[in-house]
């Protein structure tokens, strides 16, 4: 099993920036991706974007390339979000999630097997 912890939410300005943080923990030698997923109310999960975690490789949601930027540091199991730019739209209950397909990178949340509590960003006009 692998366990996430997500920190960093808040509440900010449209055009300001925030940083969520994800801790892993578990059979972290297991995952193969790490991501995240964003709810809004009334709406669907949303893929936001995912990074590889021996690579590096990152991939984004088209709504949020350029201004959303996947980290990970393997040496103590965390990955970040940074957030700039942020909008309005951009509110919602982002998740931290962990596939341990390897060779896949999913933009769906049934291809990802862990998941954390998520952490609330609003984004006031």
């Known amino acids: 099993q692998v366990q996430l912890v997500e920190s960093g939410g808040g509440l900010v300005q449209a055009g300001g920036s925030l940083r969520l943080s994800c801790a892993a923990s578990?059979?972290?030698?297991?995952?193969?991706?790490m991501g995240w997923f964003r709810q809004a109310p009334g709406k669907e999960r949303e893929f936001v974007g995912a990074?590889?975690?021996?690579?590096?490789?990152?991939y984004y949601a088209d709504s949020v390339k350029g201004r959303f930027t996947i980290s990970r540091d393997n040496a103590n199991n965390m990955v970040y979000l940074q957030m700039n730019s942020l909008k309005p739209e951009d509110t919602a209950v982002y998740y931290c999630?962990?596939?341990?397909?390897?060779?896949?990178?999913?933009?769906?949340?049934?291809?990802?097997?862990?998941w954390g509590q998520g952490t609330q960003v609003t984004v006031s006009p």
């Open positions: 990074i590889i975690w021996s690579g590096g490789s990152t």
């Open positions: 999630v962990a596939d341990s397909s390897w060779g896949v990178v999913g933009r769906n949340p049934y291809e990802y097997d862990y």
């Open positions: 578990g059979r972290t030698f297991s995952i193969y991706a």
